[in-house]
């Protein structure tokens, strides 16, 4: 049977260039694949073909001879023999090889390769850091600026960064000719592994600085002034772009976020940009009323009047004195819960004035226990009759 025109098989016009020939290997080759048609007896013989025909025209010299002379021209060992083979004898490594090419073109940008040649760049970005910055809730309030201090690696002074002792200039690695990476072939597959004389930066150093052994960048703490704005909350990030670990052999720098921890206050509690406030009354002020003062976050203090009569949790509302947003949009306010304390260590003449108190007392005084014992009564009595 007489083969079928390669371009015919790709499914590819004569004309067409070495992308239009991968892209259409590729789709052929995930089509026919063995693996995905099990049941099509067919599809190993068309593979082949596919695999076949590739092999023959991604080679410039083979496509040239293959277009002057057709199949003729791999024909009585010319071009050093059949271009493909399929899956066993001679054509297996020029198989793995041309399927190589694909699983680059499908997971070489996931794995961190390039495809194309050339290797990868010998400057590496360096790598961002964090750094856990804990304010008080007055700092927040108003905005502070901070000095810290961060360990990371900053450019070696002695190379300038580029790790080499002397001005000298990194040379291609002869294990990975530069490429970062190296080749191992496994079966039909060719794996691919950052190659270990280099460490995947396709260059190497002969002479490397003594300082920084090199890296290009040496340890050392660094004080940074922060500004924090008012109004940061628990989990704020800042990003001081730059300010990260320096890069490898002369990269660029990474940046520096700064995660904000608010501590917690011993008066005031915060929910967003609103603020809570407990404040202890006596029974008496709670009973008759009357004025208290409050701090507030600011350092200043604010009168707050106390209704007769009133209960522990009754809220009271201060508005403006919360917390200022962190983008603008006006100041939260401060909420005043009142707790009604009961009074302790009493003295003969309290005892007996409370007493007193007591039996002077009616149900309309204390409406809520009046209330909460009427139905317990009538709860029982229904348990009674049931």
């Known amino acids: ?51 076949e025909a590739y092999d023959a025209l991604k080679d410039p010299d083979k496509k040239a001879a293959y277009d002057r002379f057709g199949h003729a021209a791999f024909e009585q060992g010319g071009m050093g023999g059949r271009p493909g083979g399929g899956f066993g004898g001679q054509g297996q490594g020029d198989f793995a090889s041309a399927f190589s090419d694909v699983f680059d073109d499908l997971f070489g940008d996931f794995m961190g390769g390039q495809r194309g040649g050339g290797g990868r760049s010998r400057a590496q970005r360096g790598s961002d850091l964090r750094y856990d910055l804990r304010v008080t809730l007055e700092e927040a309030f108003t905005g502070v600026q901070k000095t810290i201090n961060v360990p990371t690696s900053v450019a070696c002074g002695s190379c300038s960064g580029t790790g080499a002792a002397n001005g000298a200039e990194p040379q291609t690695c002869p294990s990975c000719s530069g490429m970062g990476k190296v080749r191992a072939q496994q079966g039909f597959f060719t794996v691919e592994r950052t190659c270990p004389a280099c460490g995947g930066l396709g260059q190497t150093i002969k002479d490397p600085c003594p300082d920084c052994r090199g890296a290009g960048r040496v340890e050392k703490d660094r004080s940074l002034s922060v500004n924090i704005p008012a109004g940061v909350e628990t989990g704020t990030r800042i990003r001081l772009a730059g300010e990260g670990e320096a890069g490898l052999r002369g990269g660029p720098t990474g940046d520096l976020y700064i995660f904000i921890d608010v501590r917690p206050h011993q008066i005031f509690e915060r929910d967003g940009v609103h603020l809570h406030c407990s404040v202890p009354v006596s029974m008496t002020s709670a009973a008759l009323g009357g004025d208290i003062e409050v701090p507030t976050i600011d350092g200043g203090r604010s009168r707050v009047k106390i209704p007769a009569g009133s209960q522990s949790g009754r809220q009271m509302r201060l508005r403006g004195k919360g917390m200022p947003a962190l983008r603008g949009g006006g100041q939260g306010d401060m909420f005043i819960e009142l707790s009604v304390e009961t009074p302790v260590n009493l003295t003969a003449k309290q005892k007996e004035l409370l007493e007193e108190f007591e039996k002077l007392g009616e149900d309309h005084n204390n409406p809520e226990s009046s209330s909460f014992f009427k139905k317990v009564k009538n709860f029982w009595d229904g348990m009674k009759n049931a």
């Open 1 to 51: 049977m007489a083969k079928r025109d390669y371009y015919e098989v790709l499914g590819v016009s004569k004309g067409a260039d070495a992308g239009e020939l991968k892209k259409a290997y590729r789709k052929k080759a995930m089509e026919f694949h063995p693996d995905r048609n099990k049941d099509n007896p067919e599809a190993e013989a068309k593979f082949k073909e596919v695999n």
